[in-house]
């Protein structure tokens, strides 16, 4: 049953999220995943199930989207610097993982299908790729995707996602359709290709950067997620415009903002909508399976989707072996990288479009690809204990914050000093400001200064928090208090948080918080400037150290008083009296609350 106009929506939406909220929580309950879950739901309320939503090309085309902005934050991971690092494994394995697996996968399906050598080719060539959209996020829950073996698979990833282009002009070379006279030969579709991809870096440059400095110098978070989304969607529309891979677009699109220092402000905004479309794409895929063709053929299917999964483990395993890989680790690489991926649908649209392959067989070999999607999670399972261990983890290209020592938020006066410090002492730092102008003023200077609000978990996620040592507050303001340090505590456990305080009333809210120490901001200053205003007066150096040791000693017992009162005028009996009769005064005179 299919829902038009916006109450038709509004109702699939209701029963697509709901289905996926059920059986989503269930398989991961199970220990199955969050993929299967939703691969399933769709299933389930598709059209060859309970038929309670309809249209699932349409839905998929949404969803797709989802796609695009995964493929765009990966890229935010990437810097240009990064990929050159990565070109052996790029152009060299992902190149080999295509053509052997394509090869050996056509001459399957020529050998159990009988199909034409075209049509196998047609078909072959698409099973070669591997699902972006499944390994990406599962290498990233494990923790693995910023390691040696997640690098690994990435690049072949990455390869399979730039080979759409060939993969599109080798169906067409290969058409029994009559060839529209207005269609644009190869070469011209290549010089397109690089055309768009030098557009989108120039855009990235010149057009893109500005923008966000723009933006966040306003101080308008809405506007800063309108804008993440416009870089994306615009360069995922202006790549499908020529006939390419939208996703490939984004990608680009995230690479030209790796070293932008509104990079891990665009990924915390950009990554809920990259979440929910994924969810809604795998959605869409289960609403696609085609349950009428397995069950016409099921012996056909399943040995189809049994020899697509053997073929691709075998031929990815060799390959990484030969790329110097120990073999459990290449065993695990291609359990990871055997299942079917999204562009298939796309590739066998092309065949059947180019007369190369029957509707029947685009049906029957999109629910072989759907079937071997469902099974990666029990692959995983398998090869759990051949992957790389996720504490492993290699050098990360440039000023990353992924595994940095210390986060200092906050790069005024205060954070320089001290971030300095810090990196004098060889420790890694990342630093974050929420002031434009404080961005464009460290780039002056040839410090990496990254965009955002550092009291945001999902930022400081990304800036790496959870494997800092150290997280450092140094904003101005006074803001930060008990509950704020509980909750960043609790989510980042690992790190000693520091945090520099206002005022003393800043400090009285700071007791009870689960916090390594708290300074305030001109506390040691004004200690300093009153030993030097003393030793300018001859006063003994032992009489000063006495003098600034009473001081201490009376100023943290008043404030341990009204920290636990909750009282700023408690202990004013305390204080030092200020009437000049004596040089070190114990006596109190009610006067108003310092404000350092």
């Known amino acids: 049953m299919e829902g038009h106009g916006p109450a038709g929506l509004l109702r699939d939406g209701v029963v697509m999220l709901g289905a996926a909220l059920v059986l989503v929580l269930v398989f991961r309950r199970l220990g199955l995943g969050a993929v299967l879950g939703y691969l399933v739901a769709g299933a389930l309320i598709g059209p060859q199930g309970l038929g309670l939503v309809g249209d699932a090309q349409e839905k998929l085309g949404i969803a797709e989207l989802g796609i695009a902005l995964l493929l765009f934050l990966v890229g935010l991971e990437l810097s240009p610097e990064r990929l050159w690092r990565l070109r052996r494994d790029i152009f060299g394995f992902?190149?080999?993982?295509?053509?052997?697996?394509?090869?050996?996968?056509?001459?399957?399906?020529?050998?159990?299908?009988?199909?034409?050598?075209?049509?196998?080719?047609?078909?072959?060539?698409?099973?070669?790729?591997?699902?972006?959209?499944?390994?990406?996020?599962?290498?990233?829950?494990?923790?693995?995707?910023?390691?040696?073996?997640?690098?690994?698979?990435?690049?072949?990833?990455?390869?399979?996602?730039?080979?759409?282009?060939?993969?599109?002009?080798?169906?067409?070379?290969?058409?029994?359709?009559?060839?529209?006279?207005?269609?644009?030969?190869?070469?011209?579709?290549?010089?397109?290709?690089?055309?768009?991809?030098?557009?989108?870096?120039?855009?990235?440059?010149?057009?893109?950067?500005?923008?966000?400095?723009?933006?966040?110098?306003?101080?308008?978070?809405?506007?800063?997620?309108?804008?993440?989304?416009?870089?994306?969607?615009?360069?995922?529309?202006?790549?499908?415009?020529?006939?390419?891979?939208?996703?490939?677009?984004?990608?680009?699109?995230?690479?030209?903002?790796?070293?932008?220092?509104?990079?891990?402000?665009?990924?915390?905004?950009?990554?809920?909508?990259?979440?929910?479309?994924?969810?809604?794409?795998f959605i869409a895929v289960g609403m696609l399976l085609d349950l009428g063709a397995i069950m016409a053929r099921p012996l056909l299917v399943l040995t189809i989707a049994t020899g697509l999964i053997a073929i691709k483990t075998a031929v990815i395993g060799l390959l990484a072996r030969g790329f110097g890989m120990a073999w459990r680790q290449a065993l695990g690489m291609g359990l990871l990288l055997s299942q079917g991926g999204e562009f298939g649908f796309v590739l066998f649209a092309q065949a059947q479009a180019a007369l190369l392959i029957a509707p029947e067989a685009a049906s029957l070999f999109s629910a072989v690809v759907t079937l071997s999607m469902a099974s990666t999670p029990f692959l995983m399972m398998l090869g759990r204990r051949f992957r790389e261990a996720p504490a492993d983890r290699t050098d990360l290209a440039g000023p990353q914050a992924d595994g940095a020592r210390a986060i200092v938020v906050g790069w005024g006066r205060f954070g320089q000093t001290v971030g300095q410090m810090l990196a004098a002492q060889g420790l890694s730092v990342?630093?974050?400001?929420?002031?434009?102008?404080?961005?464009?003023?460290?780039?002056?200077?040839?410090?990496?200064?990254?965009?955002?609000?550092?009291?945001?978990?999902?930022?400081?996620?990304?800036?790496?928090?959870?494997?800092?040592?150290?997280?450092?507050?140094?904003?101005?303001?006074?803001?930060?208090?008990?509950?704020?340090?509980?909750?960043?505590?609790?989510?980042?456990?690992?790190?000693?948080?520091?945090?520099?305080?206002?005022?003393?009333?800043?400090?009285?809210?700071?007791?009870?918080?689960p916090i390594a120490g708290a300074v305030r901001e001109v506390y040691e200053s004004a200690i300093a400037m009153a030993r030097g205003a003393m030793a300018a007066l001859e006063i003994d150096a032992d009489e000063i150290d006495r003098a600034e040791r009473h001081y201490r000693d009376v100023d943290g017992r008043r404030l341990a008083e009204q920290a636990r009162t909750g009282d700023i005028h408690a202990a004013d009996d305390m204080m030092i009296r200020m009437d000049g009769s004596d040089a070190v005064a114990t006596a109190a005179a009610p006067i108003p609350a310092e404000s350092g």
């Open 94 to 281: 992902g190149l080999a993982q295509v053509v052997l697996c394509g090869i050996a996968l056509a001459l399957f399906v020529y050998l159990a299908t009988g199909l034409s050598a075209a049509a196998a080719i047609a078909i072959g060539l698409p099973l070669a790729l591997s699902s972006t959209a499944q390994v990406l996020p599962m290498l990233e829950s494990a923790g693995r995707l910023r390691t040696p073996f997640g690098e690994r698979a990435f690049s072949v990833l990455l390869f399979q996602d730039l080979s759409i282009v060939p993969l599109i002009t080798i169906v067409a070379a290969l058409s029994r359709a009559p060839v529209p006279a207005d269609a644009p030969p190869g070469w011209l579709l290549g010089l397109s290709t690089l055309g768009a991809i030098a557009a989108l870096v120039l855009a990235g440059r010149y057009v893109l950067n500005p923008l966000f400095r723009l933006i966040g110098g306003l101080g308008e978070r809405e506007l800063f997620v309108a804008a993440g989304l416009f870089a994306v969607l615009g360069s995922a529309a202006a790549m499908q415009a020529l006939g390419l891979s939208a996703a490939l677009g984004a990608f680009i699109a995230g690479v030209m903002l790796a070293d932008s220092p509104y990079r891990h402000e665009l990924e915390a905004d950009v990554d809920p909508f990259r979440s929910i479309l994924l969810g809604l794409f």
């Open 430 to 513: 990342t630093m974050i400001d929420r002031k434009a102008s404080q961005i464009d003023t460290s780039i002056a200077f040839g410090v990496k200064v990254y965009f955002g609000d550092g009291t945001r978990l999902d930022l400081l996620r990304l800036a790496g928090a959870a494997d800092a040592q150290l997280i450092l507050f140094c904003v101005d303001g006074g803001q930060l208090d008990a509950a704020q340090m509980q909750v960043i505590a609790h989510a980042f456990p690992r790190a000693q948080i520091f945090v520099r305080a206002f005022d003393r009333r800043q400090m009285m809210r700071l007791h009870d918080a």
